[in-house]
């Protein structure tokens, strides 16, 4: 199930976006020149952006089998980013193929790229949405065909909150979309922050964002666990992510030094629990 709505000629490649920098930053091939030397400026100024990355996949394949392997067979998958295997109906499906999932991105180039990676397998479909309307989400066709809303639902928002600035209400778009699920569904998060950097090595890669598509706001662990309202942390709570369920022994602490990111899972409490 697809929903284009898109044509090529919407791939801007006059500025640097979020989508296809990450891509590079995971070694990706799916970027252009723009990104790259957007990307390559900030790896030079805060090399520890490719190692965050990377954990941030790891936390997500970790996150998408935990929620697999606890139940969930539903999943709504915000800000999917450029197609990446394995991905999250891969990882889900290794271990129950029925595990429905719907991805949503708001950049184009992500759709174009749907098709040959992200469908195809049934029981998956993409469309083109803004998580900071979460209405027209939640009521489209793609969503009405693959996911049945009375059931529980995960709905992931790994590594896109930081997208999300403080006046469009981040914790507001959340509560819609947990106002909208029955209790039971989980929220997956992961968000950047700068817990654990500070100087120029914050300052300059929030300076190159600002001239990308989307600039980026990044958030203290208080911050990051107030969006999780509503929701009761699933056991290791919010944690940088090489640390939420390991699959070996704990990262090093000079290798944790160099994450900075949150993530967790939170799951939805009955209403007036
Ligand atoms: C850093 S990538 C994360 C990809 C994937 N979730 C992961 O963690 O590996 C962020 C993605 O969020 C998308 N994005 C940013 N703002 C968004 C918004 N308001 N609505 C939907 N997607 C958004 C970007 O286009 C990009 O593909």
Known sequence: ???????????????PHPARM????????????????????IIEIAPDVVPSARANREFLRRAVRWLADNGVRQIIDIGTGIPTSPNTHEIAHAVSPDVRV???????????????????????????????????????????ELIDVRRPVALMLVSVLHFVPDEDDPAGLIAAFRDALPAGSHL????????????????????????????VTLRSHAE??????????????LVQVPLWHPDGPAPA?????????????????????
């Open 1 to 15: 199930m697809t929903d284009r709505g898109f044509s090529a000629e919407e791939i801007d490649t006059s500025r």
């Open 22 to 41: 990450y891509d590079y930053y995971l070694g990706g091939r799916d970027n252009y020149e723009v990104d790259r030397e957007a990307a390559d400026r």
């Open 102 to 144: 719907a991805y949503i991105d708001n950049d184009p180039i992500v759709a174009r790229h749907a098709d040959a990676r992200l469908l195809g397998t049934g029981n998956t479909g993409f469309f083109l949405g803004d998580m900071r309307d979460p209405d027209s989400i939640l009521g489209h066709p793609t969503i009405g």
């Open 188 to 215: 997956v998060l992961s968000h950047g922050t700068s817990d654990f950097h500070t100087g120029e090595v914050v300052d300059e890669p929030l300076q190159i964002y600002k001239k990308s598509t989307a600039s």
């Open 224 to 237: 990051v666990t107030a969006l999780f309202d509503g929701f009761e942390l699933v056991e290791p709570g």
């Open 253 to 273: 602490p000079e290798e944790l030094r160099r994450v900075g990111l949150y993530g967790g899972i939170g799951r939805l409490m009955e209403r007036n629990a």
